[in-house]
């Protein structure tokens, strides 16, 4: 029989809390029935097991990055969406590392919840790029690079210099977008000038 107030929920929490604290890979199932005063093998009443329990834990990282994110997208302001996007994973980085760390580590195993996450991240920078007026196949390269420039600034220990190094190396990156843009646009003219 379940001991009286152990339960799922209650063994997320903690295994949360020790992500929040030490990191991802500091979880186990001792520490997490140390604290209920409770042997190990009683959690497995709760909880299939610490994988089951780690993804439980992604989960809750994935929500509160994603809950994090939402707010930010600015429908009209495809720039300003950009730049906040890569604000709020440099300071989730930073501020909740053990989460996105989790995040990271489970993405590289193909997680289902974190293509989600990743998915939901890459239509909201597609859809800024797009309203940048970015098509074709430079909508592409420039929702891969803008996604991995936003991920390489999460490696920074101060969240100010992160956020402006990340805009900085935005704008210098849309800036080459937008100038081979208008030599596209001047190249076609040229030539319709020449033919016409």
């Known amino acids: 029989m379940p001991r009286a107030g152990v339960t799922e929920k209650k063994i997320v929490k903690i295994a949360v809390e020790i992500t929040r604290e030490k990191g991802f890979d500091a979880v186990t199932m001792s520490d997490i029935s140390s604290h209920f005063g409770i042997r190990p093998p009683s ?38 969406t950009l730049k906040a996007i890569g604000k709020c994973l440099v300071e ?17 195993m193909v997680s289902t919840k974190d293509c989600q996450l990743f998915s939901y991240i890459e239509s909201v920078i597609k859809d800024a790029v797009k309203g940048l007026g970015v098509a074709g196949t430079e909508e592409n390269f420039s929702v891969f ?9 999460t490696k920074s220990d101060n969240i100010e210099d992160a956020c402006d190094n990340f805009e900085y190396a935005l704008d210098t990156f849309l ?16 030539a319709n000038f020449r033919n016409g």
């Open 145 to 153: 690079t803008i996604k991995n420039l936003v991920l390489g600034f």
């Open 92 to 108: 989730f980085s930073i501020e909740d590392a053990g989460f996105f760390d989790i995040i990271e580590w489970t993405s590289n």
């Open 43 to 80: 959690l497995y009443k709760h909880i299939n097991g610490l994988p089951q329990l780690r993804e439980k834990v992604e989960q809750h990282a994935v929500e509160q990055l994603i809950e994090k994110i939402s707010p930010v997208i600015n429908e009209k302001n495809s720039m300003e």
């Open 175 to 190: 800036l080459g977008i937008k100038t081979r843009q208008n030599l596209a646009r001047a190249r076609e003219k040229l």
